[in-house]
């Protein structure tokens, strides 16, 4: 299977708290799961990503984790700034198709 | 600054008309995948370019080609079109063939046909 499934499709915190987002995934052989931020009127930039040989992988504020054997994995921002309210998509690599398979994105909204 | 130019930023036009949308690469990467982004169907990749040759295809309509050139800039040709290819067209560039490697994206093109 193709398919990524996302969620929440949205998703409000207060300044400060943690956020986190879950994506599923349907292909066993998935190895990559990069994670994208989008800002309005830009493209999607990549945050973190993670490979399947690792099971966290954490930069500053923002972290990943993934567990193969369910096959989902979550993107966790600590300490939210107001500058972190955007959309957010996950992607998985799916081996067969040879391309990047995206979540239907979450936004995130952190209320001062 | 991700370094991927896409130009134009947006483009108006009507249905059966025809549109190139340009995209120049990363300076040192060699692919350029193509994507489109509409509110129903999310980000949707068309197809892969590394080093002037097609390497992987995607959903891509028969209608929609592009091609890459020698200097790595990519083109996204898109015929006939109907209403429902307005979208944003998103064009990323990574430094190898594999697509499980860093894509960086560029702005977009925002199609619109009326």
């Known amino acids: 299977g193709e398919n990524v499934e996302q969620h929440p499709s949205t998703l409000s915190v207060q300044e400060g708290d943690s956020a986190v987002i879950k994506c599923t995934y349907s292909?066993?052989?998935?190895?990559?799961f990069p994670w994208y931020k989008q800002e309005l009127g830009k493209g999607p930039q990549l945050i973190i990503d993670?490979?399947?040989?690792?099971g966290e992988k954490k930069d500053q504020r923002i972290a990943v984790t993934l567990n193969k054997t369910a096959k989902h994995f979550s993107l966790h921002i600590t300490e939210t700034q107001p500058e972190d309210s955007a959309v957010y998509f996950c992607a998985a690599s799916i081996q067969g198709a040879q391309k990047l398979v995206f979540g239907q994105g979450t936004r995130l909204t952190i209320n001062p | 600054d991700s370094g991927v130019t896409q130009t134009p930023k947006h483009l108006i036009t009507a249905t059966g008309q025809r549109v190139t949308l340009r995209c120049s690469p990363r300076s040192g990467d060699l692919s350029v995948y193509w994507y489109q982004q509409s509110l129903d169907q999310g980000l949707q990749f068309l197809i892969q370019?590394?080093?002037?040759?097609?390497?992987a295809k995607g959903n891509i309509l028969e209608r929609f080609s592009a091609q890459q050139f020698p200097d790595l800039h990519s083109e996204l040709n898109l015929s006939s079109l109907e209403l429902g290819d307005s979208a944003l067209y998103f064009c990323?560039?990574?430094?190898?063939?594999?697509?499980?490697?860093?894509?960086?994206f560029g702005d977009g093109t925002r199609l619109s046909i009326l």
């Open positions: 990323a560039s990574s430094a190898g063939p594999g697509f499980h490697q860093p894509q960086h």
């Open positions: 292909d066993s052989a998935s190895n990559y």
């Open positions: 370019y590394y080093n002037g040759e097609e390497r």
């Open positions: 993670i490979r399947s040989n690792v």
